[in-house]
């Protein structure tokens, strides 16, 4: 606020034109309130006065000389805050209407008032002028709307990316710049009650064309609490977006993909358990390799049982080679003893497979049935192949106890590629 100098002052109280206009003001007495539409011109002659917002004091006016309501008067609009007597205090009054005849009679306390509002007016020039600096150091798009949503500056960036003119924004409401008002509203009233509101999505179409602008919005209160200023931080992630709608139909068309493909892949598991849970019976299906295990298994259990009992390697390894050679159907045979212990162990193959030092036969029982059918996971050495083959396990006995076992792997068996080695 403005104030008149100490002479001036003196001609004021001196001058009898003047001394109808002088009030005193009791201490708590309001002068005007905030919004009131009065255009009076008041000058500060004694005391102190206080500048409230909102019923909050947020500055006080207590220097002589000073001018206050002169911007309502010149400017036509209403009360920007509430002044109050802070101590009994004296002022002059100038009606609205007295002004313009102040002006020919006392042209020296015009000029002081109408310099007082000059000097106010070019205050929020240079503050405006500031602001949009300050802007323009900002590497975001910025745009700034005051309390009443009304955009007063902006930067080129924010120009470049609405694709406004500067001219034709200021004034606008911020929100219509935007596709959705509403919802630039609603992030508005977030920011009034959190402050700050960070990364929503705003859209503005401009021929035709869509930008996604994720969008911050500050909201500035002054001293009072009362709004004063918006600020809103543009960045355009229209590629960002753009890419996640076409991840998302993507994923969307996979997932229907899969929806689609889902009983087929189910039968052909299904059929795939069915293939390996098949039972032996049906896999045992040619009666001239049934005959034959029988045969071998009998014939080559009287001719090794002493052997084993004796541990002959030599008569073992002969006899097994020779049943290998002559039948012509297996991949392979193993000879263990009653503790799993492999005495022998022949494959037509001796590089690819792997020689196994305890043959798993937990599910073999020297009881009922003289023979059992194994299912058996193996790898070649080098692990390159794993595969479930069949093995067909006989009892050698000697006096009726079980002294070992033979086990064959004919060439038939062979199922399916299996998952492990032996176990």
């Keep these: 606020m403005s104030a008149l100098s100490e002479i001036e002052l003196q001609r004021i109280l001196a001058d009898p034109s003047l001394a109808p206009f ?11 309130y905030e919004g009131d539409e009065s255009q009076d011109i008041y000058i500060l002659l004694e005391g102190s006065l206080e500048v409230k917002k909102s019923g909050k004091i947020i500055s006080m006016i207590t220097k002589p000389g000073e001018i206050f309501g002169e911007m309502a008067s010149l400017l036509d609009k209403k009360r920007s805050a509430t002044i109050k007597a802070h101590t009994h205090s004296k002022i002059l009054k100038i009606p609205h209407e007295e002004f313009q005849v102040m002006s020919q009679n006392l042209p020296w306390l015009h000029q002081s008032i109408c310099q007082s509002l000059a000097h106010k007016m070019k205050r929020t020039t240079e503050l405006n002028l500031s602001l949009s600096e300050l802007c323009n150091l900002i590497p975001d798009s910025v745009i700034v709307a005051n309390f009443e949503k009304k955009i007063i500056q902006t930067n080129q960036s924010a120009l470049e990316l609405v694709e406004g003119i500067y001219e034709q924004l ?3 409401e911020v929100q219509d710049i935007f596709e959705d008002p509403s919802k630039c509203l609603q992030y508005m009233h977030m920011a009034e009650h959190e402050g700050t509101v960070r990364d929503q999505l705003l859209t503005i179409t401009k021929n035709n064309i869509t930008k996604y602008l ?4 500050t909201c500035l209160k002054d001293p009072t609490g009362k709004i004063s200023t918006y600020i809103f931080f543009l960045k355009d992630v229209t590629k960002h977006v753009r890419l996640e709608k076409r991840l998302k139909t993507i994923s969307r068309f996979v997932f229907i993909l899969i929806l689609v493909c889902l009983p087929f892949i189910t039968y052909t598991l299904y059929k795939q358990k069915e293939l390996n849970l098949k039972p032996p019976d ?16 009998k014939s080559l259990s009287g001719a090794i049982s ?3 009992i004796g541990n002959d390697i030599k008569i073992l390894q002969k006899q097994v080679t020779d049943t290998f050679s002559q039948s012509g159907i297996y991949n392979r045979i193993i000879v263990i003893d009653k503790n799993k212990n492999v005495l022998f162990d022949y494959y037509k193959d001796q590089l ?11 599910q073999l029982s020297e009881a009922g049935a003289s023979f059992k059918v194994l299912r058996v996971y193996e790898s070649d050495k080098d ?3 794993n595969r479930i083959v069949l093995h067909i396990a006989y009892r050698i006995e ?9 086990i064959f792997e004919p060439k038939e068996l062979d199922i399916a590629d299996g998952i492990s080695e032996f176990n």
């Design 22 to 32: 002088i009030q005193e003001v009791q201490e708590g007495k309001v002068i005007f």
């Design 170 to 172: 200021m004034g606008t």
């Design 214 to 217: 994720s969008t911050t919005i």
């Design 282 to 297: 049906k896999i045992l299906n040619s009666s001239n390799v049934i005959e034959k295990l029988k045969h071998d298994s």
């Design 306 to 308: 002493s052997a084993i």
């Design 352 to 362: 690819s497979k792997k020689k196994i030092q305890k043959y798993p036969i937990g």
């Design 383 to 385: 692990n390159s192949t």
């Design 398 to 406: 000697k006096d009726k106890n079980v002294i070992g076992w033979i």
